[in-house]
């Protein structure tokens, strides 16, 4: 017993290291950069990474996953209000991504010692990273006079470092819609209150599902939804998503609708052969839907 007490221990205090952020993030250190600078974040110092017309820095991310740019402006005055731009490029490729935010004084912040900075409140983007590994650059625009303190995360979960997985398609359902990232199609399926999507599992498992909530004309900012999960005829869980529209992926056929965001949530699926069912309870909007397994959870049945 106490040898496996010392165990967990060591497992505990190899994992320390490891810097995670919340909310399914960890945080990552750009691959290159021209400056950096600590701030104090409530008290706790904290190393940013400067953008301005000098400076600026490259990020290698493994997609498909989404990647956090974290920014605070550093402000020419404490009441200071000001606009500013920060652009994301994937490299090889022609689109620039704009991100635009609103600043103000933080209350929580203080620049390095020894300065009299007045730094901005943390603002926060995901950016959509098509599959492949990349090497993001992220920048201030030309003719920018601002300085920006960036750091930077990326979306993590079960499924990450390599694993190979198997796009499973459900026995049952209303409407197989694709989706177009960097000329790659991706396969998902539509549910709503009324639609659903069913697939019979093999289990012990653990199901990767991708949910994106469409978005209509007149829906702005960051969309709420719910998904409901019925195991053989018995609800198993709802899962709360929220996120905002995609930059990058889109319709291959022409929608007036517009996908959001990934969100990912994970169904562990018992021993034995079981059937899940996923709906959008009471809501008049519809989601889209992709269903993962690890290739080497593949048995039996679950190869549909």
Known sequence: MRNTIILLVLIVGSLAPCSFAEDGFVF?????????????IAGKSRTYYVLNKDSRLNVTVDGPSQLKIMSRLDLASATAQPDYDIEVQIEGTKKVREIHHTSK????????????????????????????????????????????YVRLSQKTNEFTGGTAVIAMTPFEFTN???????????????IGATDRAALR????????????????????GSQKWKIQVIEDGKLK???????????VIQYKNPSPLLP?????????????????????????????????????????????
């Open 237 to 247: 869980k709802n899962y709360n998503l929220s996120a905002g529209s995609s930059d």
């Open 201 to 220: 599992l093999v289990g012990p498992a653990t199901l990767k599902v991708l949910s994106r909530i469409e978005f209509s004309p007149e829906m702005k």
């Open 260 to 304: 959001s965001r990934a969100e990912t949530f994970f169904v562990e699926i018992p021993e034995g052969e079981h059937v899940y069912e996923f709906r959008m309870a009471d809501d008049p909007r519809t989601s889209l839907l992709r269903f993962l397994l690890p290739k080497t959870e593949l048995a039996g049945d679950n190869k549909q």
């Open 105 to 148: 004084l933080s209350e929580k912040a203080e620049s390095a010692p020894g300065t009299s900075s007045f730094i901005g409140v943390l603002r926060s983007k995901v950016i959509d990273i098509p599959s492949g590994k990349h090497n993001v650059i992220v920048r201030v625009p030309e003719g920018s006079t601002n300085k920006i």
């Open 28 to 40: 990552l250190k750009p691959t290159t950069f021209d400056q950096s600078s600590k701030l104090t």
């Open 176 to 190: 197989e819609v694709e989706l177009v990232s960097e000329e790659v199609a991706y396969p998902y399926y539509r």
